[in-house]
């Protein structure tokens, strides 16, 4: 017997746990029979599918009759397939069904599935083992597929049942009908995600609020609920750490203020805080207009540790909402303040005094805020996103502002300033300057930056977008913030050599002036040569001081070598997360940060 050989199986598996690379399992599953066996299990516990092929392949083994040298379909614990999306149908997805001891699988986007290939893959025997189904943009879906996950899988703690709302149409194939089966059976069910399923309504929240106890997290945007559902979630549902209500229109004061959130538990060893909902982190209450201050106030009391809150496009919200934020602190990392446009400056500052570790801040539309809530706001020492759309009283004091402090410029990687039309030039070119990691930069319809060579930095205006849209847009990301923090450099180092020259020059011709003056001859003026090599600088105008500021060892140097070296056009952005919904004109559409 070889050393390998000799090796136990738990060693062997602790050692191989610290291959990443599937050639490298490959290897060791050559060495020996134990090895092989530990080297395949591990291979086989989350197939990685990139290319369709890989997956008809892997389907091809699962459906073979005649014995295999191992037994893959009891290897197979995870499988994702959202990389394959429109490849999947169900004749392979019902491939998997004697995998009896999976425990995840994801089909986000796999649109060609539909109930027949789901209830095929799940079969007919209870599968105590799976414990997660992602069903996200399964568009065929409906009730008949959730009622045999009710069946077949009582073990079940997380569904996600979100539809994308651009999809054509709109998304009905689950209905109450099926969720509440649902709730009835999967009583361990911890997290569900209902984005989009119009005909969800009161009846599925509320099966779901007494029958599931231990609910993690609720997405219920664009559902039809009412305050009937969140009393009873705030009722039963005391565990509750992610809840969104996007769009939920019907939803007023009463759902938070009558509800148990007004009832905060006497100190106990059970609840050692007073707050009734002490681990809430994340709530959505996006477009939610009829809530007002009252209802801000009462959830904060009963949810001091909010680390996300999201109120855009409430728009009764006041100065006395954002006091009240106040009180979380340092707890407070995320909040989405776009379209209150009743909030003043000073709740702002208020904000930026209390909640010092926030990262991410929009505040769009916010017509009253000037730049004192910026200049309070630039103190935030870890702020990496923040949002001042439309707040068309910012200026480039403002922008000095966030230039202003160190620390800011190691954090800051996203700002939003579309339709802050009083903006110029010198300003932003200190903050791409400043801000070395900068990714994200938006100036749609700010004047000083439609001009076509800034413009050529930009990245492509979406398709659907009017003449006029495409016009005024004017979003920088990735490389396009770079290369426009080049250019600007390069203007600035053409700037001062073209100063330099004209001096220069000036001295000369009056030198030559004085002698001819002197001889009686007549001397015509001309352009500084440095202005005749480069037109463009005619149109710029960049103040001394700030020069000063942005000339810092041995910038210029490098980019007089480069300056004749300028970037081609940017291509469109494929980055999800950098998509843009600025549209001219529209108040209701804003940047995504």
């Not at 977008?465 to 080049?486: A, E, H, M, P």
Request: neutral net charge.
């Amino acid at each position: 017997m070889s050393t390998a050989q000799s090796i136990p199986s738990e060693l062997i598996l602790h050692i191989l746990k610290y291959l990443t690379h599937p050639s490298d399992l490959s290897n060791c599953a050559l060495c020996c029979k134990s090895w092989s066996m530990h080297a395949i299990e591990l291979l086989w516990y989350k197939p990685n599918f990139v290319r369709s092929t890989a997956w008809v392949s892997f389907c091809h083994v699962l459906q073979q009759t005649r014995p295999t040298l191992f037994p893959y379909t009891s290897f197979i614990r995870r499988i994702n397939l959202s990389l394959l999306s429109t490849d999947v149908e169900d004749a392979h997805l019902t491939s998997l069904k004697d995998c009896e001891r999976l425990e995840r699988v994801t089909l986000t986007g796999c649109s060609k599935l539909t109930d027949h290939g789901i209830t095929g893959f799940l079969g007919t025997k209870v599968r105590t083992s799976l414990v997660s189904m992602d069903l996200g943009d399964v568009t065929n879906v409906t009730d008949a597929s959730i009622k045999r996950i009710a069946e077949i899988c009582p073990s079940l703690q997380g569904l996600n049942l979100s539809m994308c709302k651009e999809s054509p149409g709109r998304f009905e194939g689950i209905t109450d009908d099926g969720v509440v089966v649902l709730s009835e059976a999967c009583t361990g069910l911890r997290r569900i995600k209902l984005n989009n399923c119009v005909r969800v309504s009161d009846a599925s929240v509320i099966a779901l609020a007494r029958n599931c106890p231990a609910l993690l997290e609720i997405d219920l945007m664009n559902c039809t609920v009412s305050n009937k559902s969140l009393k009873e979630v705030f009722m039963h549902s005391s565990e509750l750490r992610e809840f969104r209500l996007n769009n939920c229109t019907e939803i007023t004061d009463s759902a938070f203020t009558e509800s148990a959130l007004t009832r905060l538990p006497p100190q106990s060893k059970l609840y050692p805080s007073s707050h009734y909902y002490d681990q809430l982190r994340i709530l959505d209450l996006t477009s939610i207009q009829s809530i007002t201050d009252n209802a801000v106030r009462q959830i904060i009391a009963a949810a001091p540790k909010i680390r996300n809150l999201v109120l855009n496009k409430c728009h009764n919200i006041t100065d006395d909402s954002v006091l009240a934020i106040c009180h979380l602190g340092r707890y407070l990392h995320y909040l989405h303040l776009g379209h209150c446009m009743r909030l003043t400056d000073y709740s702002i500052v208020e904000l930026a005094r209390h909640c010092t570790r926030i990262r991410y801040l929009d505040l769009a539309c916010c017509g009253q805020l000037t730049d004192r809530s910026v200049v309070e706001l630039a103190t935030l020492p870890k702020l990496k996103r923040i949002g001042l759309v439309k707040c068309q009283n910012i200026t480039d004091q403002a922008i000095y502002a966030l230039t202003s402090h160190a620390r800011i410029a190691n954090s800051l990687e996203r700002v939003h300033l579309s339709y802050c039309q009083r903006l110029t030039i010198p300003a932003i070119m200190q903050l791409v300057n400043f801000c070395e990691k900068l990714t994200h930069l938006s100036l749609t319809s700010v004047p000083a930056f439609l001009r076509p060579d800034f413009q050529r930095f930009r990245r492509t205006p979406p398709k659907e977008f009017s003449s006029q849209q495409r016009s005024v847009f004017c979003v920088f990301s990735g490389r396009g913030v770079r290369d426009l923090r080049t250019y600007f450099n390069t203007l600035t180092a053409m700037n001062a050599e073209a100063i330099q020259h004209q001096q220069q020059h000036q001295q000369q011709q009056q030198q030559q002036q004085q002698h001819h003056h002197h001889h009686g001859h007549h001397v015509p003026q001309q352009q500084p040569l440095i202005t005749q090599r480069h037109p463009e600088l005619a149109t710029i105008d960049i103040p001394t001081d700030v020069l000063s500021r942005l000339h810092r060892g041995g910038v210029m140097e490098a980019v007089l070598a480069r300056h004749n070296r300028l970037p081609a056009p940017v291509p469109a952005a494929t980055d999800e997360e950098d998509t843009n919904n600025e549209v001219y004109g529209d108040t209701d559409d804003i940047d995504v940060l």
